[in-house]
C-alpha cells in the first residue's frame, strides 16, 4: 500500500478524536492552570488579578490541606489492601468449577457498574443511626446497645466511607485478578505437582509470582481511583464533619464552588491534577511492561 | 470425606461474600416497595408488610400537589446525554481505534499516554474551568454541554478497546480485501467493521454505563431542568428536613437497572476496558 496514503488516512483517522479532546479537556485544563495563578473569586467584580504563585504558597501553610493529604493517605492505605485481599480470596475461589459459576461472579460484580452517587446515597441510608440496615443488624446480633452515629462521628465517618469503597470496589479486584489468574500458563503447576508441592506452596511460589504484574496494575488502578474519590463522600458527608472526610475532590469543590474563591480552588485541583499524572506515568510504565512480557 | 469438607467450607465462604454484595442491594429495593410509614420506624419491620407501589409513583409522577415530577426528567436528560455521548465517541474511537491497530506512526506511544490521561483527571477539577469555558460559549446547562464532556472523556475509552478488537483479527483479512479492490475505508468500513460488531456492542454499553453513572461534572455543569441527570436529582429526595427514604430507594432502583441488565452481558470486556487494555478477559 500506498506509505503515503496511509500517513493521510491515519491522520484523518485520528484526529477527529484528538480535536475533540483538546477541545474539551487540555484547553480548560490550560485555562484552570491560569485561574490558579489569580485571585478570582466567583460573581465578585475586580477579582482575576494575577497572583503568581500565592495560592500554592497559600496551599503550603493551609492545614486542611494536609488533612485532605492525610485521609487520601488512611483511605487508600486500609481500603487498597482489604480490596486486594478479598478480592484476591474470591478470585482464586471463583477461578473453581462450581455450578452458576458465571452467575456467580454476574452478582458479585454489579455493585462496581452502579452509579456512585447511587451507592453514597444508599449507604448513607444504611449508615442511619437510628434506621440503617447496619446498626439494626447489630442490634439484632446484640453486637451494640446503643446506635453508632456512623457519619457523625469524627473518629468513625472515614471508616463508613472505606466501608463503602471495599463494597463498591472489591468486586473490581476480583475481576482483574480473576482474568490474571485465567491468563497464566499451565506448565509450571504440571512442574510442581510432579515435585510434589503442597497447594498452598504452589500458590506462594508460583502463582503469586506469575500473577505479580496484574496485581500491580490492579493495585495502581485503584490507588488512582481513591486518589480522585468524590461522588460517595460528597454524598455521604460532603467532607465533614470537621474534615474529618475531605478529600482532594470535595475540598477542591468547597473551595471552588461552595466558597467561591475559584482561583484557590484551580490551585488545588491543579495539584489533584499533578498527583493523578504522576500515577497514571507509573500505572503507564506497568502496562508496557506487561505487554512486552505477552 | 476430606474433598466434601471442602465442599462444604467453599459454599459457606461464598454465601458470606455473596450476601455481603447482596444485602446492601437488596435493602434498597426492599425499601423501594415498602409502606413509607414502616421505614421510618424503630424497631425496623424487616420484611415489608404491606408491599406498595406508591414509591414508585412518588419517584416518576411527583407527589399529590406537586405541579410536576421532577426525576422523570432528570431521567431524560441522563438518557440523552448518554445516548449522544455513546454515538458520538463509538464514531470518533473507532476510526481511531483502527488507526492505532493498523498503522505505524511516530508519538503512538505519547498520544496513548494522553488518552489514559483523559480517562484518569479527577472529574470535579475538569468541571471547574469548563463552568467558565461554556459560560462563554453559551452551552452552560445543557445536555449538548454535557454530552459534548462524555464524548471527550470515552472517545480514549473506545479507542483502546476498539484497538483491543481490531488487533484480535489478523492483518491478511485487510491485505486480502485490497487485493480485491478496496481501498483503505472501504476495507475498514466494508469488511473489518462487521467483523468487530460484538466489540462494537459491548463497548457502547460500557460508556452509556460510565455517561449513565457520571456524578462530578453533572454536578458541577447541571443546575436546572433544562439539564440536570438523575444521579445528582436524586439528591433532592433530601430535602433540608425531612428525607423520603421511599422515594430515594425507588429512584435509586430505577437507575440502577440498567446495571442489572447490562453486566451479565459485558463482563467478559469490562476488565479489558478498565485496565486499559492491558489485561484481556
Redesign the interface.
Known amino acids: ?1 500506498n506509505k503515503r ?3 493521510n ?2 491522520l484523518f ?2 484526529s ?3 480535536i ?2 483538546f ?3 487540555f ?3 490550560a ?2 492552570l491560569y ?1 490558579s495563578f489569580t485571585d478570582y473569586v466567583l460573581l465578585e467584580k475586580d477579582t482575576g488579578k494575577l497572583i503568581g504563585l500565592n495560592n500554592y504558597f497559600n496551599l503550603i501553610n493551609d492545614q486542611i490541606f494536609y488533612r485532605v493529604l492525610l485521609n487520601t493517605v488512611i483511605i487508600m492505605s486500609i481500603a487498597i489492601n482489604v480490596e486486594f485481599l ?1 478480592g484476591l ?2 478470585a482464586v ?1 471463583v477461578n ?1 468449577n ?1 455450578k452458576g459459576q458465571k ?9 462496581m ?6 451507592v453514597g ?3 448513607k ?2 449508615f442511619n443511626d ?2 440503617g ?1 447496619f446498626n ?1 443488624l447489630l442490634f439484632l446480633f446484640r453486637l451494640i446497645d446503643k446506635p453508632i452515629a456512623w457519619l457523625i462521628d469524627p473518629a468513625l465517618a472515614i471508616f463508613s466511607i472505606i466501608i463503602t469503597d471495599i ?1 463498591q470496589y ?3 479486584m476480583m ?2 485478578l480473576y ?2 489468574l485465567q ?1 497464566l500458563p499451565r506448565e509450571p503447576y504440571e512442574a510442581a505437582l510432579v515435585d510434589g508441592a503442597s497447594s498452598w506452596q504452589i500458590f506462594t511460589k508460583i502463582t503469586i509470582p506469575l500473577l505479580r504484574p ?1 496485581i500491580l ?2 493495585l495502581t ?1 485503584r490507588s ?1 481511583d481513591i ?2 474519590l ?2 460517595i463522600i ?2 455521604m458527608t460532603g467532607g465533614g464533619p470537621a474534615h474529618r472526610t475531605e478529600v ?2 470535595t475540598y ?2 468547597r473551595l ?2 461552595q466558597d467561591r474563591m ?1 482561583g484557590y ?2 490551585a488545588m ?2 495539584i ?2 499533578l498527583i ?2 504522576a ?3 507509573y ?2 510504565k ?3 511492561a ?2 512486552l512480557e505477552r | 470425606m476430606k474433598g466434601r469438607i471442602n465442599i462444604v467450607v467453599l459454599g459457606i465462604i461464598l454465601t458470606i461474600f455473596l450476601l455481603f454484595f447482596t444485602i446492601p442491594t437488596i435493602w434498597i429495593i426492599l425499601t423501594s416497595i415498602r409502606d413509607p410509614n414502616e421505614i421510618n420506624i424503630i424497631p425496623i419491620i424487616w420484611f415489608p408488610k404491606n408491599v406498595t407501589n406508591i414509591n414508585y409513583i412518588h419517584a416518576i409522577f411527583g407527589y399529590t400537589g406537586a405541579a410536576e415530577s421532577r426525576f422523570l426528567y432528570y431521567m431524560f436528560n441522563s438518557f440523552l446525554a448518554a445516548s449522544i455521548s455513546t454515538a458520538l465517541a463509538l464514531s470518533i474511537g473507532t476510526i481511531a481505534g483502527y488507526s492505532f491497530s493498523r498503522f505505524r506512526f511516530n508519538a503512538k506511544d505519547k498520544l496513548f499516554f494522553i488518552l489514559i490521561l483523559v480517562r484518569a483527571i479527577p472529574g470535579i477539577s475538569l468541571s471547574l474551568p469548563l463552568l467558565i469555558f461554556y459560560n462563554y460559549l453559551g452551552l452552560s446547562d445543557t445536555i449538548v454541554g454535557l454530552a459534548l464532556v462524555y464524548t471527550a472523556l470515552n472517545t480514549p475509552f473506545v479507542t483502546w478497546m476498539m484497538s483491543g478488537f481490531f488487533d484480535e483479527i489478523p492483518k491478511e483479512i485487510d491485505e486480502a480485501s485490497y487485493i480485491d479492490g478496496c481501498n483503505t475505508i472501504n476495507a475498514f468500513t466494508k469488511v473489518i467493521l462487521p467483523l468487530t460488531s460484538h466489540g462494537l456492542v459491548a463497548t457502547s454499553i460500557f460508556i452509556f454505563l460510565l455517561s449513565w453513572n457520571e456524578f462530578p461534572i453533572a454536578f458541577v455543569l447541571t443546575t436546572t431542568l433544562s439539564s440536570r441527570t438523575a444521579p445528582v436529582g436524586i439528591f433532592e429526595f433530601m430535602s433540608q428536613f425531612y428525607i423520603d427514604w421511599g422515594g430515594m430507594a425507588a429512584a435509586s432502583t430505577l437507575l440502577m437497572l440498567p446495571a442489572f441488565i447490562f453486566t451479565y452481558w459485558v463482563q467478559k470486556y469490562i476488565i479489558r476496558g478498565l485496565t486499559f487494555g492491558a489485561i484481556k478477559g
Open positions: 500500500m496514503l496511509d500517513k488516512i491515519t483517522f485520528i477527529p478524536a484528538f475533540i479532546v477541545l474539551i479537556v484547553f480548560p485544563l485555562l484552570s485561574f478479598l480470596g474470591l475461589l473453581r462450581f452467575l456467580y461472579r454476574t452478582i458479585i460484580l454489579t455493585p457498574m452502579i452509579s456512585p452517587a447511587v446515597l444508599n449507604f441510608f444504611l437510628l434506621f440496615l439494626n463494597w472489591t468486586p473490581f475481576l482483574i482474568a490474571g491468563a496484574v496494575i490492579a488502578i488512582l486518589a480522585r468524590f461522588d460528597m454524598i482532594m475532590g477542591v469543590f471552588a464552588i475559584f480552588g484551580n485541583a491543579y489533584s491534577i493523578t499524572i500515577f497514571v506515568a500505572l503507564f506497568q502496562l508496557k506487561t505487554k
